[in-house]
């Protein structure tokens, strides 16, 4: 386990330095992860909560609740269907 974990650390080292060098260490992605992260769950903690409020689960009207959202509120609930549906895959959030 020691000689991948070394090879994997390696080449972490590897990417990071490549990056440090394109972006400088102050803006390293890497080093940014974990605020990122932390951001983005909340985007879709509070998309996925509006879009509770408003979709129907109902198989009969679910499509009304989607067209509601995306033509009658598309100021506000329109971007949410997008940000909830495209921000992960694996996250269901209607």
């Not at 909560?49 to 109902?58: C, E, K, V």
Request: glycine share 8%; charged share 10%.
């Amino acid at each position: 386990m020691e000689p991948l974990q070394a090879f994997l650390r390696k080449g972490f080292y590897l990417i990071e330095g490549w990056l440090d060098r394109v972006f400088t260490p102050a803006w390293n992605p890497f080093y940014h992860f974990g605020a990122l992260g932390f951001f983005y769950y909340w985007i879709v903690a509070a998309t996925g909560f509006y879009l509770y409020i408003f979709f129907d689960t109902s198989t009969s009207a679910a499509y009304e609740s989607v067209e509601y959202l995306t033509v009658d509120q598309w100021y506000l609930g329109g971007v949410m269907v997008v940000t909830c549906i495209d921000t992960h895959p694996t996250v269901w959030c209607l």
